[in-house]
């Protein structure tokens, strides 16, 4: 079956640690995003690709790193520097980065801190 | 910026139609979307419709979109225990020619027996 991964489900992080929360899908999907959700709030966007080797910042990228050195991948690392990261992480792909391609998403990683 | 607003709690009983109500600021918004999230879960994709479009109705989901307003909304027929879940609605139009979607806070629809 066609999907996102997302691993783990739930992760913990100690003071001053990075952590890497990782992304796979088997869609053929050329674009890929990562959301993070606080409770009673919507989404908002932390980072998103287009195509390999290529990433732009979203609105919230402050504390957060990524890359995408393959199609199917996407890990979002919560770096030291993110100093409120408890939260539930959302990845997303579409077909292709444009308007009328829908976003298809995991079923998130739950991160807090220890 | 744009915004998505959403009402944040609606209850209603098994087997009554439920309706979600959603508005926007983007004038040039194309696409329009509903996502259902249940607990612990990720977002699935329930419906979308084309701002050409007035209605677009799909088994149970019915979506109305009246642009002059800026208003979307989101009826679901004979409502079941198993629609409980939060319903997000988002945008993405033109100016955002890699589709970047706004999201609202989401609605908690609460289903009762």
């Known amino acids: 079956d066609g999907g996102i991964t997302q691993s783990p489900k739930y992760l913990f992080r100690k003071e001053g640690q990075n952590v890497t929360l990782s992304c796979e899908q088997n869609?053929?999907?050329?674009?890929m995003y990562w959301y993070r959700q606080d409770p009673g709030q919507g989404l908002r966007l932390i980072y998103y690709?287009?195509?390999?080797?290529?990433?732009q910042k979203g609105d919230i990228a402050e504390g957060y790193s990524v890359s995408r050195e393959k199609k199917e991948s996407f890990p979002l690392t919560v770096t030291s520097a993110q100093k409120n990261p408890t939260a539930f992480y959302l990845c997303?792909?579409?077909?292709?980065?444009?308007?009328?391609?829908?976003?298809?998403f995991g079923d998130g990683t739950r991160l807090s801190i220890l | 910026g744009e915004d998505v607003e959403q009402s944040l709690f609606l209850s209603v009983r098994e087997g009554d139609s439920s309706v979600i109500n959603c508005t926007y600021t983007?004038?040039?918004?194309?696409?329009l979307y509903w996502y259902k999230q249940e607990p612990g879960a990720g977002l699935q994709l329930l419906t979308y419709?084309?701002?050409?479009?007035d209605m677009k109705q799909d088994q149970r989901l019915t979506v109305l979109l009246n642009k002059k307003d800026k208003h979307l909304s989101l009826r679901i027929a004979d409502t079941q225990t198993g629609d409980s879940a939060i319903y997000f609605c988002?945008?993405?139009?033109?100016?955002?020619?890699?589709?970047?979607?706004?999201f609202g806070a989401g609605t908690q629809v609460v289903v009762t027996p």
């Open positions: 419709i084309f701002s050409n479009m």
């Open positions: 983007d004038s040039s918004s194309t696409y």
């Open positions: 690709s287009q195509i390999v080797n290529d990433f």
């Open positions: 869609l053929n999907h050329d674009a």
């Open positions: 988002a945008e993405t139009g033109v100016t955002d020619s890699w589709g970047k979607l706004q």
């Open positions: 997303a792909s579409s077909a292709a980065g444009g308007y009328n391609q829908p976003q298809h």
